[in-house]
Every structure is written in structure tokens, then in C-alpha cells.
């Protein structure tokens, strides 16, 4: 914010840069980066990857998971359950369809069997992970939510859905608008399940039954992008009011 008021304001802007310096080098004296600068290649290997950090890693990435939508009681999936389990992801602005990771000879200890197709399924886990443009883009197009603004190819996410009950999983990074796939309405999705990056092991513990979810959603969720376009901008979203949001902050499941 200083280097910005810095570059609007020449008379002021040595004074701006020089305090901007001045907390960075505040923040690094604090740290104790000049006294210490080196670390200590020789506890590396005592470090990294150690089982406890790791256990720790774990746990925190179940709990971060939300179960924000579970209609009849869908999940935990039943054991046996045939389950096709697909990843959708695509960076944002490369051209042509997204590949899909399909985990159809995963490894997994859960109380699930893996299959190649839907057709083969009793249930589809779909793991959605939208993509957003830079926030610094070279142009001055606005930042949207909406999935088929953010690397998703919504006619090819509803028609996998449309094949069989659907437990849909959204990678979260920022609040997505997915009414283009989703509402309180569909009939086809049994469950909606919200992601911050885990691993896939994760989501299937909170799916098979393996974790308790317990996550909270950290935001609201707009409804849709007419509710976005008419947001005030200097609130969140869990003070724009009932109509405003999906999932709201908050918000999440138990078993």
C-alpha cells in the first residue's frame, strides 16, 4: 500500500519507499535473518519429511475438508461401493480439453473399488479444480468466478454428473460461483464436499468413511454471478445477506 501511494505521490515517495524498507527490514531483524543467515544443512535430513511433521501434515489436510451438502445420507460411501474417481483440473488459459486424472488402480486402504467408467460405477466422485487468471493481468478484463470463467468445461462436468449419483468435491481457492453445475436444486449430485489442496488420500478418508469431517468453510459463496455483480464491496459475503450465498461462512457437516 506505501509503494503504491509512492507511485501516485512524487513528493512523497521517497518518504513511502524508505518506510515500506523499513518494516521489511524490520520484519527480517525480528527473524533474527541477519544474525543467522545460514541454516544448518546438517539437520535437513533430521527434518525434512520427518513421520511426525508428516502425521501432523495429515491430519491437518482432513481437517481442513468441508462436507457442506449430504443428501440421504450419501456419504460416508457404503463398503464395496464401486466408486469412478476423477480429477478435473486444467491451467487457466492453456487451449484444449482438460485431461483427466482417473484413479481407477489407485492404491487405497478404504472401504471403496475403484472402476475405469462411470458406467461401471454405483457412484462418481468428481473433484472439480478451478483456475483463475493472474490478479495482475496485462489487460483490464474483471476477475470472474463463474466455473466456465475459471479453466472448467461445465458442459463436459454436467454431463459426467447427468451418468450417475455424483459426490462433487470443489477445490476452493477462491470463493467459485458453481451454480453453472451445482444448485440446492440438482437431484443428481448426493453430496458437495469443499477442498482447500489436500491430497487425494484425504478427500477419500472423509468420503469412505475413514475421517469425520469437521472442517468449517472459511467464506460465503455467492449464489450466483448476478449476486457477485451486486455485492457491496466493502463487505463479506456473510453480511450481504440470506440470499446472497450458497454455502455460507461457517458452514459444514458432520457425520
Known amino acids: 500500500t506505501l509503494l503504491l501511494k509512492a507511485a501516485k505521490d512524487g513528493k512523497a515517495q521517497i518518504k ?4 515500506s524498507v523499513m518494516l521489511l527490514l524490520e520484519e527480517k531483524f525480528n527473524l533474527g535473518l541477519f544474525e543467522n543467515p ?15 511433521f508428516q502425521a501432523r ?18 456419504v460416508p460411501l457404503n463398503r464395496g461401493i464401486k466408486v469412478y474417481f476423477e480429477t478435473y483440473q486444467r491451467p487457466y488459459g492453456r487451449p484444449g480439453n482438460a485431461e483427466p486424472q482417473i484413479y481407477a488402480n489407485a492404491e487405497y486402504s478404504g472401504n471403496v473399488t475403484f472402476v475405469s467408467t462411470p458406467n ?10 478451478p483456475s483463475m487468471r493472474p490478479l495482475f493481468p496485462s489487460n483490464d478484463k474483471p476477475l470472474r468466478l463463474t466455473l466456465s470463467e475459471c479453466a472448467i468445461d461445465v458442459a463436459y462436468v454436467n454431463q459426467l454428473i447427468a451418468k450417475k449419483p455424483t459426490i462433487l468435491a ?18 443428481s449430485v448426493k453430496g458437495v464436499i469443499a477442498t482447500f489442496g489436500c491430497a487425494p ?8 468413511g ?11 459463496t455467492p449464489i450466483s454471478e448476478e449476486a457477485v455483480l451486486k455485492n457491496k464491496e466493502d463487505v463479506p459475503g456473510y453480511l450481504e445477506g440470506e440470499a446472497y450465498g450458497l454455502f455460507k461462512y461457517d458452514e459444514g457437516l458432520t457425520y
Open 38 to 52: 545460514y541454516v544448518d544443512d546438517k539437520k535437513a535430513d533430521e527434518i525434512v519429511g520427518k513421520a511426525s
Open 201 to 208: 488420500e484425504a478427500l477419500l478418508d472423509v468420503v469412505s
Open 16 to 19: 513511502y519507499i524508505d518506510e
Open 120 to 129: 461401471e460405477a454405483d457412484i462418481v466422485l468428481l473433484w472439480v479444480k
Open 210 to 220: 475413514k475421517f469425520n469431517p469437521t472442517g468449517k468453510m472459511p467464506f460465503t
Open 57 to 74: 501434515a495429515d491430519l491437518a489436510q482432513r481437517k481442513s475438508i468441508v462436507l457442506l451438502r449430504n443428501v440421504e445420507k450419501s
Open 170 to 187: 470443489i477445490n476452493f481457492i477462491s470463493p467459485f460461483v458453481i451454480n453453472e453445475v451445482y444448485t440446492d436444486k440438482s437431484t
